[in-house]
């Protein structure tokens, strides 16, 4: 990958940076693409924000942006247009500039594990939803499935007030679904998910009563620590479908590349290529 | 060349980014090197500079800049410390970030022409030198002779009064130097410069008297078009050892090197790395 003056400039932005993992994914996809574009991280902390993003986003080989912690609340009043997603979750993890500058955020984290369950077999039309935890990943979740066309979304948070405030935006934009917030109980439900960080400390409660879950379910979580959570473990041995958390990273970044205008890809083909270094 | 969150970020500063060559020198030595830092064109206006050089100094992940037009001089106010060399030419083009968040400037424009005559076996201590250019290389290259230790600058510019703000800012830091100021005469120096845009355009007049400069003499040109200007084969003919304009531009990268910290390497290593795209 050669970057010239005539590459566009994906902006990584975030802060601590020495996690990122994108760098490792798109680099090797737009080399072996022949794109001329690279994704730099760019740390900026929370309080940097206000006088850095712009400052980025107005750089003149500027194409768009990944935006991570602690940025992706802080930067949707900057933008020029936002999608439903975005004013569902509250947040924005994709800025892209127009050709007239034009600023344009969208979110993508709930979308890489919609993607990631339809891919797997998962019908989503008329599906009911569980969503346990209703901060920035499970508000993203929420608004995805909204998106794709779910009857009935149940929402949950240990802070009551949180799921309450996203089941508010839910019914704004989305009045065709169902939306309910009560305790995180999995039973009846087509799809179950985890959007707490319980699993990542071993010796975490499950997120939810496995005993409760039914077979048919198809569970997800959005836990990147292990291939498979303790949830995961439980639902794969009641007969369920899993999804894990790795799969929302991959399958979010097709979505991503349409968003930017670099075509698409599988997420097989990024994962065949990313050099992620750990 | 994998960047990640970890990679050392040198940003390339100026505009326009298209013509800018230094991430296809920087970034093979680097890869190379195995080195993780990554030399990322960012493409900021005159307009633009005091909302975005203070953004981009502050990511945490930035290491240092390269500073091109029309950035060169705007950027001194906004820095630390400056070497004399800043505060000789009125300009800088690199940047780096101390462990304590201090910015640091220099300037290595006149330091690739200066070594680049050095390593061609030219004699610097006690040498007399003719500048033909008091602009930002012009200036640039008489503040790295003057540090090189010369006895004697002879500037010459069109705008006469430009020379005399650059031989005020000679005599200033380096009292040491006899420094005049008047019309191009090459005669009797030991080195001839031209810092002027002379031998850009076909047809253009020669800026200097050939036939009044000795056999003897160094002869060196700023001007990067051709390998060979009209002035260079002139010299050439006379018998003079010459300089083209692309030496300056890779003798001054081992400057940049060490100003950084990335160890050092030498032109011939860098040259046959680069992967220069026309």
């Not at 997120?207 to 620590?225: A, L």
Request: net charge neutral; glycine share 10%; with cysteine.
């Amino acid at each position: 990958m050669d970057i010239s003056g005539r590459t566009g400039l994906v902006a990584h932005l975030g802060y601590p940076t020495g996690s990122f993992k994108a760098p490792m994914i798109y680099n090797p996809w737009f080399e072996a693409k022949g794109i001329d574009a690279v994704v730099v991280p760019m740390g900026v902390t929370a309080e940097a924000a206000a006088a850095t993003l712009p400052a980025v986003f107005g750089l003149t080989n500027f194409r768009g942006a990944l935006i991570t912690m602690p940025l992706k609340v802080l930067v949707v009043p900057m933008l020029d247009e936002v999608s439903t997603r975005v004013k569902v979750a509250g947040s924005c993890n994709a800025v892209r500039r127009e050709a007239d500058g034009r600023l344009v955020g969208d979110m993508f984290d709930g979308e890489g594990f919609v993607r990631g369950i339809a891919r797997k077999g998962c019908r989503l039309a008329g599906a009911s939803v569980v969503v346990s935890g209703a901060g920035g990943v499970g508000s993203a979740i929420a608004a995805s499935f909204a998106l794709a066309g779910v009857a009935r979304l149940a929402l949950h948070d240990l802070d009551s007030a949180s799921a309450e405030r996203l089941a508010a935006r839910l019914r704004l934009h989305h009045p065709e679904v169902e939306v309910t917030t009560g305790p995180a109980d999995p039973k009846g439900f087509d799809v179950v998910v985890n959007a707490t960080p319980l699993g990542m400390k071993s010796g975490d409660p499950l997120p939810f009563d496995v005993e409760r879950i039914d077979p048919t379910s198809f569970v997800g979580d959005v836990v990147m620590k292990e291939e498979t959570t303790p949830l995961l473990a439980a639902a794969k041995a009641r007969g369920c479908r899993i999804q894990i958390g790795v799969d929302m990273l991959f399958e979010q970044i097709p979505a991503y590349l349409e968003f930017f205008g670099f075509g698409s890809a599988t997420p097989e083909e990024l994962k065949a290529l990313a050099r992620i270094r750990y």
